[in-house]
T-cell receptor, first 117, second 115 residues
Framework: DGGITQSPKYLFRKEGQNVTLSCEQN?????MYWYRQDPGQGLRLIYY???????QKGDIAEGYSVSREKKESFPLTVTSAQKNPTAFYLC????????????????FGPGTRLTVL | AQSVAQPEDQVNVAEGNPLTVKCTYS??????LFWYVQYPNRGLQFLLK??????LVKGSYGFEAEFNKSQTSFHLKKPSALVSDSALYFC?????????????FGPGTRLSVLP
């Protein structure tokens, strides 16, 4: 899992609550990503950020929000608008260089399992 | 549409036998191809990648993969499976035109290595 930490490992949410998942990396990577994993569906991209103070929606951004105020941190908020939030959430980072045509391996954190009660 | 397929949900192999986990993708051109492994309740671990060059790529833990452009495939292989290789394996692709951007993941293949 390298230098990427996610907390908490398990999170329980009541209906109507917002919750925030933490993701921190000490790899000095520019790009960070949030994925959702559901059984049998692989990983789906929620949001990504290639540089501080900028982020883009992924394939399933509705009901989620993010911020990127620091290079090391990319927290994900699951809002009450997300109708089916129970899933395993994975954060990743990569040494992406903006404007470069090269691409690099994404390195993943250990994940947070969110359950709606 | 660009997509990644892993045609087998489950692969079973006896310890010591060779293993293959299949991945195909639906685009022409030169994609970037990756394999990751996931153990229960853990994040994904990088195994190997193909960007350019030799079609046979060697990676971590004795795994290798072969890029076949004509068959648009990138199958993961290991000559002799270990029980500890039992895990969920994901193929991931960055498609031409999206270089420097985002992965598209296959649905995953669960590998069980039987002692």
């Amino acid at each position: 899992d390298g230098g990427i930490t996610q907390s908490p490992k398990y999170l329980f949410r009541k209906e109507g609550q917002n919750v925030t998942l933490s993701c921190e990396q000490n790899l000095n990577h520019d790009a960070m990503y949030w994925y959702r994993q559901d059984p049998g569906q692989g990983l789906r991209l929620i949001y990504y950020s290639q540089i501080v103070n900028d982020f883009q929606k992924g394939d399933i951004a509705e009901g989620y929000s993010v911020s990127r105020e620091k290079k090391e941190s990319f927290p994900l908020t699951v809002t009450s608008a997300q109708k089916n939030p129970t899933a395993f959430y994975l954060c990743a980072s990569s040494p992406f260089s903006p404007g470069s045509s090269s691409t690099d391996t994404q390195y993943f954190g250990p994940g947070t399992r969110l359950t709606v009660l | 549409a660009q997509s990644v397929a892993q045609p087998e949900d489950q692969v079973n192999v006896a310890e010591g036998n060779p293993l293959t986990v299949k991945c195909t993708y639906s685009v022409s051109g030169n994609p970037y191809l990756f394999w990751y492994v996931q153990y229960p309740n853990r994040g994904l671990q990088f195994l190997l990648k193909y960007i350019t060059g030799d079609n046979l790529v060697k990676g971590s833990y004795g795994f290798e993969a072969e890029f076949n452009k004509s068959q648009t495939s990138f199958h993961l292989k290991k000559p002799s499976a270990l029980v500890s290789d039992s895990a969920l394996y994901f193929c991931a692709v960055i498609f031409p035109g999206n270089y420097g951007q985002n992965f598209v993941f296959g649905p995953g293949t669960r590998l069980s290595v039987l002692p």
